[in-house]
């Protein structure tokens, strides 16, 4: 027997974990895709509407026109 590893049966174990490793990854990445796939929609009364990704993307953002400040209604895309 190989001294330090408790015989093989130690391998065995080190494999069955590996294996659950790897199918807790699949399992996150396939919740990770969900998230990204589910649209969450918040309101601030009927004035401010925004659609967010459960994955925190935000898809969306509607302002009622009327609360911004005439100066301020120049907006840029980043």
């Known amino acids: 027997m190989l001294k330090g590893l408790g ?3 130690g391998l ?3 494999a069955k974990m590996m294996k659950a490793a790897q ?3 699949a ?6 895709e969900e998230m990204a796939r589910t649209v969450v929609i918040g309101r601030s ?3 401010v509407k925004a659609r967010v990704t459960a994955a925190g993307e ?6 009622d026109p009327s609360i ?7 907006w840029s895309r980043t």
Do not use: H, N, P
């Open 27 to 32: 399992k996150m990445a396939e919740l990770q």
């Open 58 to 63: 935000l898809t969306g953002l509607d302002i």
């Open 45 to 47: 009364g009927r004035l």
């Open 12 to 14: 065995g174990d080190m």
């Open 68 to 74: 911004l400040v005439a100066s301020e209604r120049k």
């Open 7 to 9: 015989g093989l049966g």
């Open 23 to 25: 199918e807790m990854q």
